[in-house]
């Protein structure tokens, strides 16, 4: 069965800090990788996605992420980070032959100080 | 602009009494879901509709249903909320045809409503 696990629950950074989120899958063979971010009283928004090809992947807001099939690993990334990425980042893993169900992780908490 | 729309936001009711959680969207998508999440924990999916056909995840309790009068509304119904029921209750949409991958996968990207919380007192 697919799992997710992030490991850190909450974490916290100075502002212009550089980041990364860790995100570990369990699936028995190349499954799709997501990244969401939820602000405050908002929905779920997709940062980026991996399904196949170059192992970096670009996304919004100045994100990246590296997908690691030796580490089943799918670590977010951000060189700098700014006040307004304070969210909860969630790690999801969708089996190619079902994309309609995604299955999350329990997310990380950024807080970000000035 | 095209949007995931829920209502209420917050949402509160007694214990036992049933409860009914709304969303609809301007995006066109007939793929619509409904997610749970309780505090500190992951967005879980309930169930989701294809166009009309309801897809119910196994472990979906029985007290959950949910209808879909047309493309763009949802309802999610808790017919006896009890305390454990409390949570965010999401509402995404997709649309199956969105990008074709390789190996004949598609993938249908999912777009989130800001949910409404429910407190079950």
């Known amino acids: 069965a697919q799992s997710v696990t992030q490991p850190d629950i909450h974490i916290t950074v100075s502002e212009g800090a550089s980041l990364e989120l860790r995100c570990n899958y369990s699936?028995?063979?190349?499954?799709?990788l997501f990244w969401y971010v939820q602000s405050p009283g908002q929905g779920l928004q997709l940062l980026l996605k991996?399904?196949?090809?170059?192992?970096l992947v670009q996304g919004i807001k100045g994100f990246e992420a590296e997908f690691k099939r030796s580490q089943s690993s799918f670590n977010l990334r951000k060189p700098s980070v700014h006040w307004s990425d304070a969210a909860e980042y969630f790690c999801?893993?969708?089996?190619?032959?079902?994309?309609?169900?995604?299955?999350f992780g329990t997310g990380t908490r950024l807080q970000v100080f000035p | 602009d095209a949007m995931v729309i829920q209502n209420p936001r917050y949402q509160v009711t007694q214990f036992g009494k049933p409860v009914t959680l709304s969303c609809s969207q301007t995006?066109?998508?007939?793929?619509m879901y409904w997610y749970q999440q309780k505090s500190s924990q992951a967005p879980k999916l309930l169930f989701h509709?294809?166009?009309?056909?309801?897809?119910n995840e196994a472990d979906t309790p029985d007290n959950f249903q949910s209808r879909r009068p047309n493309t763009s509304f949802c309802f999610l119904d808790i017919r006896s909320p009890g305390l454990g029921d409390a949570a965010m209750y999401l509402c995404?949409?997709?649309?199956?045809?969105?990008?074709?991958?390789?190996?004949?996968?598609?993938?249908?990207?999912?777009?989130f409503g800001p949910g409404t919380r429910l407190t079950v007192l």
């Open positions: 995404a949409t997709s649309r199956d045809d969105t990008v074709w991958l390789a190996g004949g996968y598609s993938y249908n990207e999912q777009f």
């Open positions: 699936y028995g063979a190349t499954p799709y």
């Open positions: 991996y399904f196949s090809g170059d192992t």
């Open positions: 999801a893993v969708g089996a190619p032959d079902n994309t309609d169900k995604l299955i």
């Open positions: 995006l066109n998508h007939n793929v």
């Open positions: 509709y294809y166009d009309k056909d309801f897809n």
